[in-house]
T-cell receptor, first 111, second 115 residues
């Protein structure tokens, strides 16, 4: 079992839709969870950062961590064509020396 | 301020040749990371530097891969005797001090194609 699993999609939605992106992980000791966004031919950029369980909101984006089920989610409200990108979940390893990434979900928002 | 920069942006080489990829981290960042992104495997960790030392090299896939960092700044990833399976995007990231809570900032990557 891989440490972080993510459905690669692709996911296509109309503008204005609510998008839900999800990952599962295997190690219950993980505590630092991130979502990165990557546009085509660019490096990943940090979108959201969550420590331990709970929700974090930033504008149209909400990150959610459920440690009991080892499940992390990113919700995008009122999705825009500019949200079209690949979304990568990432978890900091225990040693703090690396991020463990999911394979990424490619999202396309049509106008 | 300036972000993480990488050069070259694209590199095409022949199987068996050696290649060097360069990373310039954000000024003042002591931690530097190399990752590899390929279609089948996603984004995978290669090596972590703290200053000029590499306490975690666990992601390097073979002894053909090596990296160094000098002056606590620029890093070079070297791949010897390249193979077709080395074709990927090589991404460098830096963070202020390292550790689980530290934000990693990524460069645009070097796209390596081995013919």
């Amino acid at each position: 079992q891989k440490e972080v699993e993510q459905d690669p999609g692709p996911l296509s939605v109309p503008e204005g839709a609510i998008v839900s992106l999800n990952c599962t992980y295997s190690n219950s000791a993980f505590q630092y969870f991130m979502w990165y966004r990557q546009y085509s031919r660019k490096g990943p950029e940090l979108l959201m950062y969550t420590y331990s369980s709970g929700n974090k909101e930033d504008g149209r984006f909400t990150a959610q961590v459920d440690k009991s089920s080892k499940y992390i989610s990113l919700f995008i409200r009122d999705s825009q064509p500019s949200d079209s990108a690949t979304y990568l979940c990432a978890i900091a390893n225990q040693a703090g020396t690396a991020l463990i990434f999911g394979k990424g979900t490619t999202l396309s928002v049509s106008s | 301020g300036a972000g993480v920069s990488q050069s070259p942006s694209n590199k095409v080489t022949e199987k068996g040749k050696d290649v060097e990829l360069r990373c310039d981290p954000i000024s003042g960042h002591t931690a530097l990371y190399w990752y590899r992104q390929s279609l089948g495997q996603g984004l995978e960790f290669l090596i972590y530097f703290q200053g000029n030392s590499a306490p975690d090299k666990s992601g390097l896939p073979s002894d053909r891969f090596s990296a160094e960092r000098t002056g606590g700044s620029v890093s070079t990833l070297t791949i010897q005797r390249t193979q077709q399976e080395d074709s990927a995007v090589y991404l460098c990231a830096s963070s202020l001090s390292g550790g689980r809570a530290d934000t990693q900032y990524f460069g645009p990557g070097t796209r390596l194609t081995v013919l």
